[in-house]
């Protein structure tokens, strides 16, 4: 009998989460020693329309998710993949999985989450140390005195976010939809950006994708053939609503120049499938993928992009430090600052939290040496694509995730049928007779 491994998490949905729940749960599937169960759940706002019934791997995904909340016996594993506070332990063994927080310090009730479990997998170095290196003080609640700390006591493993390089690799082949979209774009020089544009003022939003705008906005202004800056982005959906506050967003930065010739930024607002991501990513006029991310739980578009072999412009800082190095990367100088309470809701961050804001200046500079001098930089993107198409693939997280699991359910109890044996005739018990006395 295959150990029964429960996994709770939103397989559904079109998040960064939903997409990390999609590769674990196919690659419990793919190795065929568990009997996987899914309990799927919701992730905020974001749609439920992820799976594909066309994908294979999607079908199996969709064969076990569970049409009620019953099971026929106790899980011998539950791989719990929310974030931190919602962790819950239900089986014989337990495992919560998180991106954790983008910043230094994650909230003390997430940290009490990791330890309800038996083991705690994270998907960056960054994010487990957050976890790791925060202590609170443990208050009395009559009293308010410090009675203890709070801190993580259970195992950590980091589990990187595995690219599936059966999708993301170099390709010249382009849907009619990405070829129409792009006949909309003059430029044959585009920065492109991938990831949502979130709560928080300029400089605040979690991505810096309005300060992105504001310093492409200004290294380029009054230039002759100007390069132009694609922002594939949305807010929590891909709603008629949605766009228009992304596009007023983009306004406002635009209306801090007065007097001047602006490059253009084309919005891509709306569902993609992994197919038109790879093809967006490999589109000639495409030349370099770049952010100012403040904070990364791993940072999974940017290890999509890089196998492109086109450039990634970024800083190397939090989740994305993981797959990014100097040595291929077109690395943005920056510096650790402290996050702005405008950037999260309030119960997830302290005033102590910190997090990744690029130099505004030098990476303007850097943009522009970029555009003029593209080549030199080419040759980063082609070697990371080389590193990173052999490190980083969903066969080796899938390899490391079967390992981990077989090593916590080794200690598993296992259910023992009591056989006994056939007794022959000579074999069977004869009870003495007895005589009344």
């Known amino acids: 009998m295959k150990p029964l491994v429960l996994v709770t998490a939103p397989v559904q949905t079109r998040s960064g989460y939903g997409n990390h729940s999609r590769d674990v749960c196919q690659a419990l599937i793919e190795s065929d020693k568990y009997d996987v169960r899914i309990q799927a759940v919701r992730w905020g706002s974001t749609p439920l329309n992820a799976l594909n019934n066309d994908n294979q791997s999607h079908q199996e995904i969709q064969k076990r998710i569970l049409r009620t909340p019953n099971l026929e016996r106790q899980p011998d594993l539950h791989l719990h993949i929310v974030i931190p506070n919602e962790f819950q332990p239900i089986a014989k063994k337990n495992i919560g999985m998180t991106?954790?927080?983008?910043?230094t310090i994650p909230p003390a009730e997430w940290i009490e989450g990791c330890n309800r479990m038996d083991l705690n997998i994270f998907t960056s170095e960054f994010s487990r140390d957050g976890f790791v290196n925060t202590h609170f003080d443990k208050l009395d609640q009559n009293t308010k005195q410090p009675i203890g700390k709070v801190k993580l006591e259970k195992p950590t493993e980091v589990l990187f976010e595995g690219a599936d390089t059966n999708i993301y690799k170099q390709t010249k082949v382009f849907s009619d939809d990405i070829q129409k979209q792009f006949s909309k774009i003059k430029e044959d020089f585009c920065f492109l950006f991938v990831g949502h544009w979130l709560q928080g003022g300029l400089g605040e939003d979690r991505k810096d994708i309005g300060m992105l705008l504001k310093v492409f906005y200004n290294t380029f202004k009054n230039i002759k053939n100007p390069p132009a800056l694609i922002l594939k982005t949305s807010g929590a959906n891909f709603s008629i609503i949605d766009r228009n506050e992304i596009t007023k967003k983009i306004d406002m930065v635009k209306s801090t120049f007065k007097d001047v010739k602006l490059p253009?930024?084309?919005?891509?607002?709306?569902?993609?499938?992994?197919?038109?991501m790879n093809q967006l990513y490999n589109h000639s006029k495409v030349k370099a993928h770049i952010t100012f991310t403040h904070g990364e739980g791993f940072g999974r578009p940017l290890l999509e992009a890089s196998l492109s072999g086109k450039p990634v412009i970024a800083p190397i800082s939090t989740g994305q430090a993981d797959f990014l190095n100097s040595d291929y990367t077109v690395e943005l100088p920056h510096e650790m600052?402290?996050?702005?309470?405008?950037?999260?809701?309030?119960?997830?961050?302290?005033?102590?939290?910190?997090?990744?804001t690029v130099n505004y200046g030098i990476s303007g500079r850097i943009m522009l040496d970029v555009f003029n001098n593209y080549p030199k930089y080419l040759v980063k993107g082609k070697k990371a694509m080389l590193v990173n198409s052999q490190t980083f693939t969903h066969e080796e997280m899938k390899n490391k995730l079967v390992n981990i699991v077989d090593k916590m359910l080794v200690d598993v109890p296992k259910k023992v049928e009591l056989k006994l044996p056939n007794l022959s005739n000579s074999d069977k018990l004869k009870l003495p007779k007895l005589k009344k006395g």
């Open 99 to 103: 991106a954790g927080i983008e910043t």
């Open 337 to 356: 600052t402290k996050v702005s309470p405008n950037a999260f809701p309030k119960d997830y961050i302290t005033p102590e939290s910190m997090w990744s």
């Open 264 to 276: 253009n930024v084309y919005l891509l607002h709306g569902e993609l499938s992994d197919d038109e």
